[in-house]
Structure formats: C-alpha cells, structure tokens
C-alpha cells in the first residue's frame, strides 16, 4: 500500500507536466517531450533485453554503479560507501519507476497541450484533455507503488513489472 508521500509524488509530477504544457514554448516542450519518450524506450528495452528473469544484473550495471561512485567522489567530494549486490529484479523495479515518472510527465503534458491547443474545438478538446489527465493520474497511481516497492527495497511482482505481452516476446528471445 502507497503511502501519501508517494501519492502527493505522483500527484505533483502529472501537476508539473500539466503546467509545463501551459508554460513551456510548443518546441522546447516537444523537445523535452521526444527526450522523455527515447527514455521511456531505452529503460523498456533495458527491463526486458537485460534484466527481466535474472539473478544479478549485467557486468555493465555494476560498472556503471562504480562510474556513480567515482563521479560523487569528484563532484561531492564524498565516498559513497558501495553498495551491498543487488538483484537483477530490484533494478528493474527501479528503472520500471523512473520509466513511469516520465511516462506521467509526458501523458500530463499532452493533456495540457490538447486542453490548449487541441483541434477539435472547446468542449470536445476539453473531454479529451480530461481522459489524457484520468490517464495521467492512473499512471501516478501505479507509480505510488511502485515508489512504495523502492522504499521498502521489495521488487515489484512480474506481472507489474513487465507486461504479459513483453513478457512472452523476452521468453521467445531467449
């Protein structure tokens, strides 16, 4: 269960991606928003291509855990002390996180922009405005939990970590 600091999270990331819409030029927006969805892509194919039903992560992950270390020690000045291995499930659920942090990020700005800027007309812009919002909050709704599994340091379930559909398409590769 999600507690109200994971909710007010969410809650506030589909805010500011609502605003950013209303704010932000169209370009610099749609910048960011092309930003946001090649990450959203890259972590997706990374949760299913080198995690997904594996004991430890890749060598590379753990390389770039002490790439953190070292750039910490250099801008920080600290030595952060290493951290204990982890499962290849636990980075998975991390990044399936930062995956939906920007994915209500960018369902939130489009509800903006469609609000602001939809071609349909007013009353039918603002209908579609408010399912894109309904889904930008679902969306934070799932990202409350998922934040609540990275507090606790619990993975996420399989099924909510990947989507049965990806999930048969990772089987098939291996």
Known sequence: ???????????ALVAAGALAALWVPQGLLGAL??????RICWLEDNIVSDLFGRDRPPPGYRNAADLRRVLVLRLLGIWPKAEAEVSAHLVATAMRTEAQVWGCLLIAMAAGLV?????????MNLCL???????ALRRADRLALSLGH???????????????RRRLLAERKR
């Open 1 to 11: 269960m999600p507690g109200a600091g994971q909710i007010v999270t969410g809650a």
């Open 129 to 135: 405005a408010a399912v894109l919002f309904g889904l």
């Open 115 to 123: 609000a602001q800027h939809g071609v349909f007309g007013g009353a």
């Open 150 to 164: 990275c507090e606790a340091g619990r993975a996420l379930p399989d099924h909510l970590l990947v989507p049965a």
């Open 33 to 38: 928003a092309l930003l946001a969805l090649l």
